[in-house]
Nanobody, 116 residues
Framework: EVQLVESGGGLVQPGGSLRLSCAAS????????MSWVRQAPGKGLEWVSG????????DYANSVKGRFTISRDNTKNTMYLQMNSLKPEDTARYYC?????????WGSGTLVTVSS
């Protein structure tokens, strides 16, 4: 059974940093690209960042480019999102996602609140 479990969210002041983790199980993690997607309160889903299976290629939404860094450790079956210079508009539930044989799998998310 594919499982994705996010952690690391919380309350942080504007300008602060957080590191999110996504622990994966139930599939060969190193074979699949991964992504982070967020949903702000009352808004739709927004793709944030993606990383290829080996980690050699990454991509970011313009809204987070230069502030967020995606990475993965295939020896630990874990993906990360380092978030720096956080802004109130980054407040959202952050989900990790993968697609296996045309099926999308999501974690339950971790809540990030940026507020003073």
């Amino acid at each position: 059974e594919v499982q994705l479990v996010e952690s690391g969210g919380g309350l942080v002041q504007p300008g602060g940093s957080l590191r999110l983790s996504c622990a994966a199980s139930g599939f060969i993690f190193s074979n699949y690209g991964m992504s982070w997607v967020r949903q702000a309160p009352g808004k739709g889903l927004e793709w944030v960042s993606g990383i290829t299976s080996g980690g050699s290629s990454t991509d970011y939404a313009n809204s987070v480019k230069g502030r967020f860094t995606i990475s993965r450790d295939n020896t630990k079956n874990t993906m990360y999102l380092q978030m720096n210079s956080l802004k109130p508009e980054d407040t959202a539930r952050y989900y990790c996602k993968t697609v296996i044989v045309n099926l999308a799998y999501w974690g339950s998310g971790t809540l990030v609140t940026v507020s003073s």
